[in-house]
């Protein structure tokens, strides 16, 4: 089939290629050239496992390809996914739709006969109708646009496999739409190979799946983090005591990892969107619960800036703290409101030498943040340091040596942000271990 895809960023170039992938023919769209000059010469902007090769095959061939001109998108074919980013607004809590209104108006321009928008963005509900009926007036009486909604579960990291084999597949339609068939025939074989449950429902309910998936993976992190704060000041564990919970399946495990918190480009600004447009509908219960559940998850990088400052006897000036990773999370050099660099941002600020390392992550924050030191390798981060904070769990840092990491610190003192380290050999190798809501 002949797609295009309007967007290219972490959403839309894994789409627009894992669709390649598919089979299908795929031209990407975004206003930036840069990014379109990279795409076409078969470089990917960011860090995904896999996707640098998938896009290399693609490219090969013929399948795929990348460009500024909307209207090529329009000419090329008559289904087109919207991948656009929706940011969290400048001021207030609210999403900033602009790109989505942007890629609409742009492409309804140059539409005619007729045509489906497939939204995948994260959206607030009633976007697709707002969009259903600004279509309705930016198109000529030749040109019927149809326009669906399903929303993308991807996982930095995973996204490639994601995309390829989702674990569920959600389309919401307007009435009376053929829309469905169209979706069914594009993941056609991702549903024949992994059988994939296919849900079909009305556009307001596809788009707040999204947002009510993305609230209640954030209030599980968050729910373990607030138990964590009791098992701390109880001497209880919170590991042993997520595991025993993780073996009720009505729980499960997953998503029970107590720590920094949440960070990333989705899941922070996806729930206070989400609040901020329930709360709009008259609502309660949601603003009010994910209130708790935003404030509990930045309370965990105060808890250890605490830490640190209570090390030195409540000064950091000119103290010397290490911090392992800068990503929000591994395997990505993500750094949208990632606990590690907020973290070492607020000492560096408070006048402490903060000097970090992150596999892949360190040139995006060097631009943000220059006045850190950026360690080569893991133990560079680590000479000299009075204080070591684990803040993304690489496995480079789960693999390092403790007996070497105590060789080369001034200090042997560890906060295990990502309760992540094999404590004993940590505590055997000399180290004043701190995990978060662990007995150590
Ligand atoms: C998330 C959703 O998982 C995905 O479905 C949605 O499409 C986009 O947002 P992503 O941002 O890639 O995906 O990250 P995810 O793996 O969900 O992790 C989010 C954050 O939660 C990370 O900062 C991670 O470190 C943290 N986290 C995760 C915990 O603190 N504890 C856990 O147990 C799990």
């Not at 995973?158 to 995309?163: I, K, L, N, P």
Request: proline share 5%.
């Amino acid at each position: 089939m002949k797609l295009t895809v309007t967007g290219t960023g972490y959403l839309g170039a894994t789409h627009a290629i894992c669709m390649a992938e598919l089979g299908h023919e795929v031209l990407g769209v975004d206003i930036s050239a840069e990014r379109i000059a990279a795409l076409n010469e078969g470089r990917v902007p960011f860090h995904e496992p896999g996707l640098a090769d998938a896009l290399t095959r693609s490219l090969a061939t013929g399948r795929l390809s990348f460009t500024t001109d909307i209207a090529a998108a329009a000419d090329f074919a008559d289904t087109h996914f919207l991948t656009v980013g929706t940011p969290q607004h400048s001021e207030g809590r609210s999403a900033d739709l602009s790109q989505v209104h942007g890629a609409v108006t742009a492409l309804a321009r140059h539409l005619h006969g007729r045509h489906l928008i497939i939204g995948k963005s994260t959206v607030p509900v009633g976007t697709a109708a707002d969009l259903r009926r600004m279509l309705n007036q930016l198109t000529g009486p030749d040109t019927t646009v149809d326009i669906a909604w399903n929303p993308e579960f991807l996982r930095e990291g995973h996204a490639v496999r994601d995309t390829l084999h989702p674990d569920r597949i959600v389309l919401g339609v307007a009435p009376g739409s053929t829309a469905e068939s169209t979706v069914r025939d594009i993941y056609a074989r991702t549903l024949a190979d992994d059988g994939t449950p296919f849900l079909v429902t009305d556009l307001e309910t596809a788009e707040l799946v999204k947002g009510a998936a993305n609230a209640f993976l954030a209030t599980k992190i968050s729910f373990i983090n607030a138990i964590a704060e009791v098992c701390e000041r109880s001497g209880a564990d919170v590991t042993q005591l997520a595991d025993a919970l993780g073996h009720d399946t009505r729980i499960g495990r997953r998503f029970l990892g107590a720590g920094l918190g949440f960070g990333g480009g989705c899941l922070p600004k996806d729930i206070r969107a989400f609040a901020s447009r329930a709360e709009q509908l008259g609502a309660t219960g949601i603003p009010g619960l994910l209130g708790h559940v935003d404030e509990i998850n930045l309370r965990q990088r105060r808890s250890v800036i605490d830490t640190v400052t209570d090390s030195f006897d409540g000064d950091v000036t000119g103290r010397r703290v290490s911090v392992l990773g800068v990503a929000f999370k591994p395997d990505s050099d993500d750094i949208r409101d990632s606990p590690a660099l907020a973290i070492a941002g607020s000492l560096s600020r408070s006048g402490a030498q903060v000097t970090v390392h992150d596999p892949e992550a360190m040139g995006p924050a060097s631009r943000i943040l220059p006045e850190l030191g950026y360690a080569p390798t893991p133990l560079d981060a680590l000479r000299g340091a009075e204080v070591v904070v684990l803040a993304t769990e690489w496995r480079d840092f789960i693999d390092l040596d403790p007996v070497a990491a105590r060789d080369v610190v001034d200090r042997p003192f560890i906060i295990d942000g990502r309760n992540c380290l094999p404590v004993e050999a940590w505590i055997g190798a000399g180290w004043d271990y701190r995990g978060m809501g662990r007995r150590f």
